[in-house]
């Protein structure tokens, strides 16, 4: 029995398969629909050369490296709060005649804080600090030893501590107790933290 083959020709208005058919051989394809005439057109949507099309991954940028301290200003802030604390730390002796462990390591405190401030990120300033305030302290303590020692003979401190200064390291040694190294240690201690901590501040 045969079938009927539909016929050839263009598609019947409301058929519901007139889309998937093929279009006939010398017709024009189907184009979109126009958009409504009362509606602008679009703009597309610029992008400055060179710079990164949305969609595609950019690298991030890299941190920036810490910046380095100056450790010569370090050195120099360190070594002139060491010298002035050093000053103030033998006024305190010479007047009350006795050896403030407090006042010691507020020295330490002073030339951390000095060099960390000026100094900046530094790992060898720390270090420096330490040395800078134990050196401080001693010499703060030579100052009183000298003042005080000045009022006990009725000579100038000038004349003490510049030409007698063998009898003044003397006099030290002589009071010197280990309650004196542990506030050396606790000042070294102190200097270290406050030069790292300031330091790192920056």
Known sequence: MSQSTPPSGPPVDN???AADAPAPAGAAAPTAPAAPADQPPVPQQAFP???PQPGFPVA???PAAPAQGNFALGLV???GAGVVSAILYGLIIGLTKHEIGYAAVGVGFLVGIAAGRVGGRNQTLPVVS???SV?????GQLIGEA???AKQVGL?????FFDHFDVVQQAWKDEADPLTFVFFAIAAYVAFQSARKTGHGH
């Open 15 to 17: 058929n519901p398969y």
């Open 49 to 51: 050369q060179g710079a």
């Open 60 to 62: 991030p940028f890299a």
């Open 77 to 79: 802030a360190a070594i």
């Open 130 to 132: 330490v040395i800078v």
């Open 135 to 139: 050196a401080g302290i001693y010499l």
């Open 147 to 149: 003042m005080i020692g």
């Open 156 to 160: 100038s401190f000038s004349t003490v």
